[in-house]
């Protein structure tokens, strides 16, 4: 199985509860997709599980969004694949805490 290094942008919020600076790069093993990236971020950060996504249906919550190549990837299938720059680690892929207002 092939493995790929991506790169994650988080909120600073997720970042400070991970306790990280920066970007984080991950391993994720096989196809690049929204959902193999969620899964590599909780295997390497445990206390972000339930945070991005919901612990049991592993659906997105609510006020998350995925972007990749500054594309909104939000609404993808979990297992679609990503673009190759997200897989190569060309493009980071970003996790954006949603913004309201009015």
């Given at each position: 199985m092939t493995a790929a290094t991506v790169r994650v942008l988080l909120p600073h919020h997720l970042r400070t509860l991970a306790r990280v600076d920066g970007e984080l790069r991950l391993e994720v093993r096989g196809p690049v997709t929204i959902a193999s990236i969620l899964d590599a971020i909780e295997a390497a950060h445990p206390m972000l599980r339930g945070t991005i996504r919901e612990h049991?249906?592993?659906?997105?919550?609510?006020?998350?969004?995925?972007?990749?190549?500054?594309?909104?990837?939000?609404?993808?299938?979990?297992?679609?694949?990503?673009?190759?720059?997200?897989?190569?680690?060309?493009?980071?892929?970003?996790?954006?805490?949603?913004?309201?207002?009015?």
């Open positions: 049991v249906t592993q659906r997105r919550r609510a006020r998350i969004r995925f972007f990749a190549n500054a594309e909104d990837v939000t609404h993808l299938p979990p297992d679609a694949r990503l673009p190759d720059a997200i897989a190569s680690g060309a493009e980071p892929f970003q996790v954006i805490g949603a913004i309201a207002g009015g």
